[in-house]
């Protein structure tokens, strides 16, 4: 399995600018999984997740758009050329949205 992951430096230099709202994360480069890449990318904000999920609904292509776009920080380019890329980027991008289980209290 072959790996390109993102240069140490880069990584060291958005940590420093992104904290732990920095993710990375790996997509398949072909259907078999053989070969991957890594990405950075940040948690989607309140106002992305609320831009994307607008169009989530009647144009989900768009929604996926904005959310690539505004989280993904490293080969932005190539994910966006690339629908198996951008499909996995867009999944894994939806499944770091922060959401907690809420419960119901007494009254």
Not at 29 to 51: F, H, I, K, M
Not at 84 to 98: E, H, M, V
């Amino acid at each position: 399995m072959a790996l390109k992951e993102v240069a140490k430096d880069l990584k060291d230099k958005l940590k420093k600018e992104h904290g732990d709202k920095l993710k990375s994360l790996i997509l398949p480069l072909d259907d078999n999984c053989v070969e991957e890449l890594e990405v950075l990318a940040v948690v989607p904000s309140r106002t992305v997740v609320g831009q994307s999920m607008k169009y989530m609904q009647t144009d989900p292509k768009k929604g996926q758009d904005i959310l690539v776009k505004a989280c993904l920080l490293t080969s932005k380019e190539e994910v966006l050329n690339d629908d198996g890329l951008f499909y996995a980027c867009s999944a894994l991008l939806t499944d770091l949205i922060p959401l907690r289980q809420g419960k119901f209290g007494r009254v």
